[in-house]
């Protein structure tokens, strides 16, 4: 039997919501993988899809910066919430942010590149952490750019300008009004924040997430005693529902909650002047993925996978 431990069931807590003792169970039938875990427990009715897996587990901020046809959107992480009240942290991220326009996505060019006086992101990050007397770090940031269109940045709930705990960027390609192209983009934005899409469309979607999902939904099929031919047409009815849910064109904006945001680009046409096409979009919030350390818990968890 695969060595389980503590923080291994708290993680499949985590991102599950199942209980521990279910938890440890799952983890036991399938020898301790982590993916596996979750299909057990889903198919047992004991957890919901991988949608907690994004819980916020780290403080910072996350920051949007706009530059013509392209935005950035960045997360630097730091230990407290207090930190991010910090003018001199929000002055750093809000910079940062700026200088990722020139990054492509790639987070060491940004710690690289320089930010004020010949130092560079990093090491004006580092003399931060020692005056503030708090670990931060710079984590992960992406850039949309459109040829001709706009990339419309949009932070929710925002603590100072630019600046939060969700960041999304979206980007729309037009020949278009610019001014009508922004007002749509900022409502599609604030929709993309709030229905969290996983993919742009369905073609975008991985093949390996489409199998997982098949099987979980067959096996959880196959529990009812269908027979084969009528699972098979169950099972196409539940893959849409699964499109709509995690494909960002696929889903139902929630603005009016009953039309296709891809229908909703359809509509544009007529005030925007010209056909629009989503080409991509950004969100990032806060924390997302970081476990966050918390001993009463831990120690919780702890107890109950030894005893």
Same mark, same amino acid.
């Given at each position: 039997?695969?060595?389980?431990?503590?923080?291994?069931?708290?993680? &499949?807590?985590?991102?599950?919501?199942?209980?521990?003792?279910?938890?440890?169970?799952?983890?036991?039938?399938?020898?301790?993988?982590?993916?596996?875990?979750?299909?057990?427990?889903?198919?047992?009715?004991?957890?919901? $899809?991988?949608?907690? *897996?994004?819980?916020? /587990?780290?403080?910072?901020?996350? =920051?949007?910066?706009?530059?013509?046809?392209?935005? *950035?959107?960045?997360?630097?992480?730091?230990?407290?919430?207090?930190?991010?009240r910090?003018?001199?942290?929000?002055?750093?991220?809000?910079?940062?942010?700026?200088?990722?326009?020139?990054?492509?996505?790639?987070?060491?060019?940004?710690?690289?590149?320089?930010?004020?006086g010949?130092?560079?992101?990093?090491?004006?990050?580092?003399?931060?952490?020692a005056?503030?007397?708090?670990?931060? *770090?710079?984590?992960?940031?992406?850039?949309?750019?459109?040829?001709?269109?706009?990339?419309?940045?949009?932070?929710?709930?925002?603590?100072?300008?630019g600046?939060?705990?969700?960041?999304?960027?979206?980007?729309?390609?037009?020949?278009?009004?610019?001014?009508?192209?922004?007002?749509?983009?900022?409502?599609?934005?604030?929709?993309?924040? $709030?229905?969290?899409?996983?993919f742009?469309?369905?073609?975008?979607?991985? /093949?390996? =997430?489409?199998?997982?999902?098949?099987?979980?939904?067959?096996?959880?099929?196959? =529990? *009812?005693?269908?027979?084969?031919?009528?699972?098979?047409?169950?099972l196409?009815?539940?893959?849409?529902?699964?499109?709509?849910?995690?494909?960002?064109?696929?889903?139902?904006?929630?603005?009016?909650?009953?039309?296709?945001?891809?229908?909703? &680009?359809?509509?544009?046409?007529?005030?925007?002047?010209?056909?629009?096409?989503?080409?991509?979009?950004?969100?990032?919030?806060?924390?997302?993925?970081?476990?966050?350390?918390?001993?009463?818990?831990?120690?919780?968890?702890?107890?109950?996978?030894?005893?």
């Amino acid at each position: 039997m695969a060595d389980i431990t503590a923080s291994m069931v708290k993680d &499949l807590r985590d991102k599950t919501g199942a209980g521990m003792m279910d938890a440890k169970k799952a983890l036991i039938e399938v020898a301790g993988d982590m993916e596996a875990a979750v299909d057990w427990l889903r198919k047992k009715g004991l957890a919901t $899809a991988a949608k907690k *897996s994004g819980r916020t /587990a780290a403080e910072g901020l996350v =920051a949007v910066a706009l530059g013509g046809k392209k935005a *950035s959107v960045l997360e630097v992480n730091a230990e407290t919430d207090f930190v991010s009240r910090n003018d001199q942290f929000q002055g750093f991220v809000t910079k940062a942010a700026q200088l990722a326009l020139e990054a492509k996505d790639d987070i060491a060019a940004l710690a690289n590149a320089v930010y004020d006086g010949g130092k560079t992101v990093q090491e004006t990050l580092t003399n931060l952490i020692a005056t503030i007397g708090e670990n931060m *770090s710079l984590r992960r940031t992406q850039t949309l750019e459109v040829k001709d269109g706009v990339v419309v940045g949009y932070v929710h709930n925002a603590i100072s300008p630019g600046l939060g705990k969700i960041g999304v960027l979206v980007a729309l390609e037009s020949t278009g009004d610019k001014a009508k192209l922004e007002a749509l983009g900022k409502q599609i934005a604030m929709h993309v924040a $709030a229905a969290n899409p996983q993919f742009l469309n369905v073609a975008a979607v991985t /093949a390996d =997430a489409v199998e997982r999902e098949k099987n979980v939904l067959r096996d959880q099929a196959k =529990a *009812s005693g269908k027979p084969a031919d009528i699972i098979e047409k169950m099972l196409e009815g539940r893959m849409r529902k699964f499109y709509e849910e995690i494909c960002l064109l696929e889903q139902v904006f929630v603005m009016d909650g009953e039309t296709k945001i891809s229908k909703v &680009l359809e509509n544009a046409i007529g005030d925007v002047g010209a056909p629009v096409a989503l080409t991509g979009y950004a969100r990032f919030q806060l924390g997302e993925g970081i476990e966050k350390e918390v001993a009463d818990f831990a120690a919780e968890v702890a107890a109950v996978v030894n005893g």
